[in-house]
């Protein structure tokens, strides 16, 4: 495909509030002009499912969105056959019972098939699904179509709709899965990228405040012993609640106000405590 297709089909440039690498931008471009599904992984807090967002935002497509569970089965994307009703129905005479097309409620990516308008499909964390999940949607993710046993129908998709996917990378999923995407790994903002992150979100805020405060998350973030590092979306809040509450940006230097903000787990907070404490004794405590 030349290079003008692609421009004429796609030219993703991330959004108002979404800022992209130029790698990500390529792979959202690419997947779209190749109509292939683009799987995107990464730690939690890199902006996965936003980039979702920001795609139908800087396109003007609606997004649908399918959280996948443990116990999602891919049967519920494309329909569902309320059996129980119909019997609820039958017995109490509520309307006609042959006609089970009443029955019949697509799933989310039976609703994006039948939009009249090409939408954006997420299908969000599918590696927390089982290990079939991903393959028994090869089918459907590949001809756009699937068939409905009790009606005898086979949906097809009236437009494609541009597939994003998103892994935590919990557990790895299946190569012939893996064939039909193209694939990106999100990696963590370095110190640069997550200034401009911030100022999209947070304009006016005050430069020494954002300095102190970069320095002391990424610091924070370098810690072997932090289990859950703080990620992008629990630096803006706690951005929020530093300019909110008026604290001295000299303290952000010597001690980490509300850090319930950024931490998550008691063992994370006894981690920073115990480096603070030891640097008390040496030397007097300070970030930098």
Same mark, same amino acid.
């Given at each position: 495909?030349?290079?003008?297709?692609?421009?004429?089909?796609?030219?993703?440039?991330? @959004?108002?509030?979404?800022?992209?690498?130029?790698?990500?931008?390529?792979?959202?471009?690419?997947?779209?002009?190749?109509?292939?599904?683009?799987?995107?992984?990464?730690?939690?807090? /890199?902006?996965?499912?936003?980039?979702?967002?920001?795609?139908?935002?800087?396109?003007?497509?609606?997004?649908?969105?399918?959280?996948?569970?443990?116990?999602?089965?891919?049967?519920?994307?494309? !329909? &569902?056959?309320?059996?129980?009703? +119909?019997?609820?129905?039958?017995?109490?005479?509520?309307?006609?019972? @042959?006609?089970?097309?009443?029955?019949?409620?697509?799933?989310?990516?039976?609703?994006?098939?039948?939009?009249?308008?090409?939408?954006?499909?997420?299908?969000?964390?599918?590696?927390?699904?089982?290990?079939?999940?991903?393959?028994?949607?090869?089918?459907?993710?590949?001809?756009?179509?699937?068939? $409905?046993?009790?009606?005898?129908?086979?949906?097809?998709?009236?437009?494609?709709?541009?597939? $994003?996917?998103?892994?935590?990378?919990?557990?790895?999923?299946?190569?012939?899965?893996? #064939?039909?995407?193209?694939?990106?790994?999100?990696?963590?903002?370095?110190?640069?990228?997550?200034?401009?992150?911030?100022?999209?979100?947070?304009?006016? $805020?005050?430069?020494?405040?954002?300095?102190?405060?970069?320095?002391?998350?990424? !610091?924070?973030?370098?810690?072997?012993?932090?289990?859950?590092?703080?990620?992008?979306?629990?630096?803006?809040?706690? *951005?929020?609640?530093?300019?909110?509450?008026?604290?001295? &940006?000299?303290? $952000?230097? /010597?001690?980490?106000?509300?850090?319930?903000? *950024?931490?998550?787990?008691?063992?994370?907070?006894?981690?920073?405590?115990? &480096?603070?404490?030891?640097?008390?004794?040496? @030397?007097?405590? #300070?970030? +930098?």
């Amino acid at each position: 495909m030349g290079k003008n297709r692609m421009k004429e089909v796609s030219n993703f440039k991330g @959004s108002s509030t979404y800022v992209v690498s130029r790698e990500l931008m390529n792979a959202v471009n690419v997947a779209v002009a190749l109509q292939k599904p683009l799987l995107i992984k990464g730690e939690p807090g /890199t902006g996965k499912t936003m980039l979702a967002e920001a795609i139908a935002e800087s396109m003007g497509k609606e997004l649908i969105i399918w959280n996948i569970k443990s116990t999602t089965k891919a049967q519920e994307g494309l !329909y &569902v056959y309320d059996t129980v009703q +119909r019997l609820y129905d039958s017995q109490f005479g509520e309307g006609d019972v @042959s006609d089970i097309k009443k029955y019949i409620k697509l799933g989310k990516l039976g609703e994006a098939f039948m939009s009249e308008q090409q939408v954006v499909m997420l299908i969000d964390e599918i590696d927390k699904a089982d290990l079939e999940f991903p393959n028994d949607l090869l089918w459907e993710l590949d001809k756009m179509e699937f068939h $409905i046993p009790e009606t005898k129908e086979t949906i097809r998709a009236k437009h494609r709709p541009i597939v $994003i996917i998103t892994s935590n990378a919990e557990k790895e999923l299946p190569d012939a899965f893996l #064939r039909r995407c193209i694939f990106h790994y999100i990696e963590f903002p370095d110190q640069e990228k997550m200034e401009e992150i911030v100022r999209v979100h947070y304009p006016n $805020i005050q430069e020494t405040l954002l300095q102190n405060a970069m320095e002391a998350f990424y !610091y924070i973030r370098g810690l072997k012993d932090i289990q859950k590092k703080p990620s992008t979306s629990e630096l803006l809040d706690w *951005l929020r609640a530093l300019t909110l509450s008026g604290v001295s &940006v000299d303290k $952000i230097t /010597t001690e980490i106000p509300f850090l319930g903000v *950024l931490l998550k787990k008691n063992q994370d907070m006894d981690s920073l405590l115990n &480096v603070k404490n030891r640097k008390n004794n040496n @030397s007097g405590y #300070r970030w +930098r």
